[in-house]
Nanobody, 125 residues
Framework: QVQLQESGPGLVKPSQTLSLTCTVSGGSITTSYSYWNWIRQPPGKGVEWIGYIAATGTTYYSPSLKSRTSISRDTSKNQFTLQLSSVTPEDAAVYYC?????????????????WGQGTQVTVSS
């Protein structure tokens, strides 16, 4: 059973960089053909795909967030990390990490086989 767990600060100040880590257990982030994604859902709004890091280490980001997004990984810890810079209150959301075995952006829950429970991020001074 693969488990994903998000961690990071729940409160970030405007203009700062949001950093969240997803710790994976029961499976490896280097498993062939796996894609490790970040997705978010702002309050009262729809789900938004942020980006992924593939098992190969290749990254791909949403065009609307690309200039502010970086996803990296630590294979020794089986973790991958999201950094979102220059945050504004519009970046407040529940952030999820999730796995799928297909490339490309996806927001449907069924597109992923495993999800983290999500972590709430507030942007406020």
């Amino acid at each position: 059973q693969v488990q994903l767990q998000e961690s990071g600060p729940g409160l970030v100040k405007p203009s700062q960089t949001l950093s969240l880590t997803c710790t994976v257990s029961g499976g490896s982030i280097t498993t062939s053909y796996s894609y490790w994604n970040w997705i978010r859902q702002p309050p009262g709004k729809g789900v938004e795909w942020i980006g992924y890091i593939a098992a190969t280490g290749t990254t791909y980001y949403s065009p609307s967030l690309k200039s502010r997004t970086s996803i990296s990984r630590d294979t020794s810890k089986n973790q991958f990390t999201l950094q979102l810079s220059s945050v504004t209150p519009e970046d407040a959301a529940v952030y999820y990490c999730a796995r799928r075995f297909d490339t490309g952006a996806a927001i449907a829950k069924g597109a992923y086989d495993y999800w983290g429970q999500g972590t709430q991020v507030t942007v406020s001074s």
